[in-house]
């Protein structure tokens, strides 16, 4: 089992950056790929972004590309997911969630945290 804890929600006006972070205590995220989605009211879930733990291999929405990163740090098996010049749209729930292939589909995924809220004002 894998307990996952997101934090660094918040109010942000459009064209501002926040960073999402994704961590555990329960067990190391090494052997996980991890990756981040958003629901935003009457919204599915969609998918924002991916990582391999290694950081080898990412994988974007094409609505978040070069906007988002996802940087990792190891020795605190945190991820991150770095939001820059952000827009009203990407106002919604942020959930972190791992499993162990790089996928964009969210029934893939095993373990998911509790979410935070993102909102941006324009």
């Known amino acids: 089992q894998v307990h996952l804890v997101e934090s660094g929600g918040g109010l942000v006006q459009a064209g501002g950056s926040l960073r999402l972070s994704c961590t555990t205590s329960?067990?190391?995220?090494?052997?996980?790929?991890m990756g981040w989605f958003r629901q935003a009211p009457g919204k599915e879930r969609e998918f924002v972004a991916a990582?391999?733990?290694?950081?080898?291999?990412?994988l974007y929405a094409d609505s978040v590309k070069g906007r988002f990163t996802v940087p990792r740090d190891n020795a605190k098996n945190t991820v991150y997911l770095q939001m820059n010049s952000l827009k009203p749209e990407d106002t919604a729930v942020y959930y972190c969630?791992?499993?162990?292939?790089?996928?964009?589909?969210?029934?893939?995924?095993?373990?998911w945290g509790q979410g935070t809220q993102v909102t941006v004002s324009s």
């Open positions: 329960t067990r190391t995220l090494s052997s996980y790929a």
């Open positions: 969630a791992a499993n162990s292939g790089l996928l964009k589909v969210a029934a893939s995924y095993a373990y």
């Open positions: 990582t391999t733990w290694s950081g080898v291999s990412t």
